[in-house]
């Protein structure tokens, strides 16, 4: 019987236990793509597992929010968590703007990406716009910059060492930064096509015999890219 009380982040491998539950499953960045989402959840469900997604679940894709709905649900009812991405930071001060009746092109700036959300917000009407907004945002009022598993961090982009030794819902400063939007060069900040250069020395500081599981860059399209660090 799953219990849908609140979840214990402060011990979670054990709640998750606690809850019946016989193991994880994580997916990172569905990016609007309700089937890959369902195809997801499906395979957590069969196996009797808590549902995890490591943030972006919106923008790009076509069915935003209906992902946006179907994780409503799944947390609403216990049977999936979240961490906080770096596009669901964006649509969420989209909304904040937008609600209040602020010009919301002079204070931010939207990718293609994020304007396939903005638009299916926009083509809903005034009673549905106000149910979405509020699905959203119970969502990413409870999700986290990271959730620890015993020895597992996982979180949306980037991770540091302190990052272990704290259990609390949001990080601030650096922590806040490396978890939403990774570790970028200093020196070279953007690449060709002016996206973010990214790199991984973070890897090297994770401590001896943990592990953090990230999505928020594609590194691999067949298979869990994994990294042994220092």
């Known amino acids: 019987m799953i219990n849908h009380k609140k979840f214990d982040y402060d011990n979670a491998l054990q709640c998750l236990k606690a809850r019946g539950f016989?193991?994880?499953?994580?997916?990172?960045d569905v990016h609007g793509e309700y089937d890959l989402l369902m195809d997801s959840i499906d395979w957590a469900r069969t196996?009797?597992?808590?549902?995890?997604?490591?943030?972006?679940f919106v923008d790009y894709g076509t069915s935003n929010l209906k992902c946006i709905t179907t994780l409503y649900d799944r947390i609403r009812f216990g049977t999936a968590i979240t961490t906080l991405g770096n596009h669901e930071k964006k649509i969420l001060k989209w909304l904040d703007l937008y609600e209040?009746?602020?010009?919301?092109?002079?204070?931010?700036?939207?990718?293609d990406g994020n304007m396939t959300t903005v638009n299916e917000f926009l083509a809903?009407?005034?009673?549905?716009f106000k149910i979405m907004a509020a699905k959203f945002r119970f969502i990413t009022n409870?999700?986290?910059?990271?959730?620890?598993?015993?020895?597992?961090?996982?979180?949306?982009?980037?991770?540091?060492p302190n990052m272990f030794n704290t259990t609390v819902p949001r990080l601030s400063g650096k922590l806040e930064v490396m978890s939403l939007y990774g570790e970028?060069?200093?020196v070279n900040k953007k690449l060709a096509n002016w996206y973010p250069n990214r790199i991984y020395t973070w890897v090297d500081r994770i401590p001896?015999?943990?592990?953090v599981i990230v999505g928020h860059?594609?590194?691999s399209k067949t298979h869990p890219y994994i990294v042994d660090g220092a």
């Open 217 to 219: 860059d594609i590194r």
């Open 47 to 56: 196996r009797g597992h808590l549902f995890m997604t490591t943030g972006d």
């Open 142 to 160: 409870l999700s986290r910059h990271h959730i620890i598993f015993g020895s597992n961090l996982f979180t949306h982009a980037a991770a540091e």
């Open 100 to 111: 209040n009746g602020i010009d919301y092109s002079e204070k931010i700036s939207l990718s």
């Open 184 to 186: 970028i060069d200093p």
């Open 22 to 28: 016989h193991g994880l499953t994580n997916c990172g």
């Open 208 to 211: 001896d015999k943990k592990t």
């Open 124 to 128: 809903l009407s005034d009673r549905e």
